[in-house]
């Protein structure tokens, strides 16, 4: 997986090029600015041989250890926070990882509990844990201003993130953002299939993307999450925030990022739409978006920290 998510960014293909569509939702700025050149800080690409970063674990009284890998850098900080069961080695992790390298920020990459290479039993996970694990690793291992960038579930656990640290994230970049999604999903099953699931205790979800070809999820997992969604009302998040969400998502349908932009206070919004790509985004042209994405954030940042 590591020599395909190395591969999918090797080369620097100009931002026109690419075929997607810029919705702001912000009346001072949106990212169609992304369409004029500009120059990068860096190049957009990664070295052919990567350098090892060491594992380290985080521990937590009364909580499992967390596995976790950073780089140190400057201001502010990128954390990548992973999707449903995926781990920090994945394509859009390490993509990140090596340009933050080249940029000389910092940069952090976890499992959650119960996933990977962190302690804890998968069958005991909640969103409510994981939500945990990802304060952990910001209030622990973080050090000063931080970018969340959020894939799938990710997207949902990096927005609680924000309600309960606006001091520290000040940013977000959502990659088809499932906010509510588990839960959402699993309400839209007929009666008849929800009524079993909650006898039998389980929920096997049918997945394309996990080798099995279906996920097995606890009914008590799903019924945890109805706790943390926040679609339902105003959500009190008031950073910048880019969504970035494939027209061909067969998961979480790309009106859920909109339906998210109308919902958070912010004002600083733009949802960026590409039509060919699917739920996991990692495609070249994916992974090139998101970390022009990234660049342009910290420049964003910079700006406004200048301008204090």
Not at 172 to 185: E, F, P
Not at 296 to 308: E, V
């Amino acid at each position: 997986m590591a020599g395909k998510g190395l591969s999918a960014v090797a080369s620097w293909v100009p931002c026109r090029s690419w075929g997607w569509a810029a919705v702001p939702f912000s009346p001072q700025r949106s990212l169609l600015s992304l369409l004029a050149p500009k120059p990068p800080r860096a190049p957009f690409w990664l070295p052919a041989c990567r350098q090892k970063t060491s594992l380290s674990f985080l521990s937590r009284p009364d909580l499992p250890n967390l596995a976790y890998k950073s780089l140190k850098g400057k201001s502010p900080g990128i954390i990548f926070v992973p999707g449903y069961l995926s781990t920090m080695t994945g394509t859009k992790a390490l993509a990140i990882e090596e340009f933050c390298k080249s940029l000389g920020h910092a940069y952090i990459r976890f499992d959650y509990s119960g996933v990977g290479n962190s302690y804890g039993n998968l069958k005991e996970c909640t969103v409510g844990k994981w939500r945990k694990d990802v304060l952990s690793i910001i209030d622990d291992i973080a050090v000063g201003p931080q970018i969340l960038v959020g894939s799938s579930l990710g997207g949902w656990l990096m927005l609680h993130a924000a309600i309960a640290r606006p001091e520290k994230v000040v940013a977000l970049i959502g990659i088809a953002t499932a906010t509510d999604g588990l839960v959402s999903q699993f309400h839209q099953l007929p009666v008849e299939v929800k009524k079993e699931v909650e006898m039998k205790g389980v929920w096997t979800m049918p997945s394309k993307y996990h080798e099995e070809g279906f996920y097995h999820i606890q009914y008590s997992f799903i019924k945890e999450a109805e706790h943390h969604c926040l679609l339902h009302s105003p959500i009190p998040v008031n950073c910048p925030i880019r969504l970035l969400h494939g027209m061909k998502d067969d998961i979480v349908p790309w009106h859920t990022s909109m339906q998210l932009a109308n919902q958070v206070l912010s004002t600083d919004v733009d949802v960026i739409l590409r039509k060919n790509s699917d739920h996991r985004m990692k495609e070249k042209a994916d992974i090139q978006l998101l970390l022009y994405t990234i660049d342009d954030l910290i420049d964003k940042l910079s700006t406004m920290s200048l301008q204090k």
